[in-house]
T-cell receptor
Framework: SQQGEEDPQALSIQEGENATMNCSYK?????LQWYRQNSGRGLVHLIL?????REKHSGRLRVTLDTSKKSSSLLITASRAADTASYFC?????????????FGTGTQLKVEL | DAGVTQSPTHLIKTRGQQVTLRCSPK?????VSWYQQALGQGPQFIFQ???????QRGNFPDRFSGHQFPNYSSELNVNALLLGDSALYLC????????????FGPGTRLTVL
């Protein structure tokens, strides 16, 4: 079963605009990760944020984590056409689950020229 | 340094048949996890192999089985295929089951007719 949901399910923006995606999850976590998937192929790891962190940056990416609300957001600034893809959040369990990931339902981002 | 590789890329089978999918982990990795991603959904964890043993299993029936070889490569076997088994099957590898860092392969697209 899916850990939680992401919203919006789909997002269409113009190149240069910012894109924000949200993720909610259900259980306590060790960390939360964001992945990108192009055209139904393999997953590319974008960023990992641990349960004791509140915000993390990597290039044009900014991730926040609110463990009290069991939610996270991914912000992509100054979007480009190449950012068009599906984005998934995934959570790793707090104990005993190793690095087994539970994924959300994904957000389809389309960046138009 | 080759990343995670999977074969075949695409596969078409009919209901009731059996299928074997293969995964070679990234160099230096000893743990392999398998995920099933149905169209429009996030990946779901099937099972994980480490030291040639199944270490964790998701909510999948016994028709799904696997194997890990001494060189750390892995196979996923699905018996008595159902139409609902049509999906993208993703393999991920890591160094130890506890590692936060894991890499995904490009996937095998299985179509069951």
């Amino acid at each position: 079963s899916q850990q939680g949901e992401e919203d919006p399910q789909a997002l269409s923006i113009q190149e240069g605009e910012n894109a924000t995606m949200n993720c909610s999850y259900k259980t306590s976590i060790n960390n939360l990760q964001w992945y990108r998937q192009n055209s139904g192929r393999g997953l590319v790891h974008l960023i990992l944020i641990r349960s004791n962190e509140r915000e993390k940056h990597s290039g044009r990416l900014r991730v926040t984590l609110d463990t009290s609300k069991k939610s996270s957001s991914l912000l992509i600034t100054a979007s480009r056409a190449a950012d068009t893809a599906s984005y998934f959040c995934a959570t790793a369990p707090i104990t005993g689950g190793g690095n087994k990931l539970t994924f959300g339902t994904g957000t389809q981002l389309k960046v138009e020229l | 340094d080759a990343g995670v590789t999977q074969s075949p890329t695409h596969l078409i089978k009919t209901r009731g048949q059996q299928v074997t999918l293969r995964c070679s982990p990234k160099s230096g990795h000893d743990t392999v996890s398998w995920y099933q991603q149905a169209l429009g959904q996030g990946p779901q964890f099937i099972f994980q192999y480490y030291e040639e043993e199944e270490r964790q299993r998701g909510n999948f029936p016994d028709r799904f089985s696997g194997h890990q070889f001494p060189n750390y490569s892995s196979e996923l076997n699905v018996n008595a295929l159902l139409l609902g088994d049509s999906a993208l099957y993703l393999c991920a590898s890591s160094f130890l089951p506890s590692s936060d860092e894991q890499f995904f392969g490009p996937g095998t697209r299985l179509t069951v007719l």
